[in-house]
């Protein structure tokens, strides 16, 4: 028996790719930025815009627990969600994520951190279902966006900390 999606014969392998980024940060550091939501508000969609207008910031960070982070930025409203499925303090998370939860149910992020050398390590594999297989490129441009959001962030977090001690 074959399966079709959109006129096309479905694939039974999942799509997985990659990225990989260090920050100079602490791994407790780069780890919060994912969890506490105003934190992640601020990088999930790009650089932080000062005229962005937070709509929700809803967060249950434990297995099996939801998000939603959604703003509106120049005019467009913007939406992740998602639902955890492991989260382990303070070296790897895993979650489904996407811009809406029937998107979100076909994407495993799984992020993973650890020392080296002074500076934090973050690998993340991603894992889409066949039917996002023409999406991949897209979503690996606007992931990488976001790591160096990411890392503007916690790096200059890092550099406002050392100024109290």
Request: with cysteine; hydrophobic share 35%; proline share 5%.
């Amino acid at each position: 028996m074959t399966f079709f999606t959109d006129g096309e014969k479905a694939s039974a392998r999942p799509v997985k790719f990659q990225i990989r980024r260090s920050f100079s940060a602490t791994l407790e550091n780069v780890f919060d930025a994912w969890l506490i939501p105003y934190l992640a508000g601020s990088w999930m969609f790009g650089s932080k815009d000062p005229d962005q207008e937070v709509i929700r910031l809803e967060n249950k960070p434990l297995p099996g627990g939801s998000f939603i982070l959604e703003v509106i930025r120049q005019g467009q409203r913007h939406l992740l969600c998602g639902e955890y499925r492991e989260i382990r303090r303070p070296d790897k998370l895993s979650c489904t994520i996407g811009d809406d939860p029937e998107t979100a149910a076909l994407v495993l992020l799984t992020m993973e951190l650890y020392e080296d050398n002074g500076k934090t390590r973050m690998k993340l594999s991603f894992e889409l279902s066949p039917a996002l297989a023409g999406h991949a490129d897209s979503m690996r441009e606007q992931w990488n966006t976001r790591c160096r959001a990411l890392a503007a962030q916690v790096e200059q977090s890092r550099k406002q900390t050392r100024l109290f001690r």
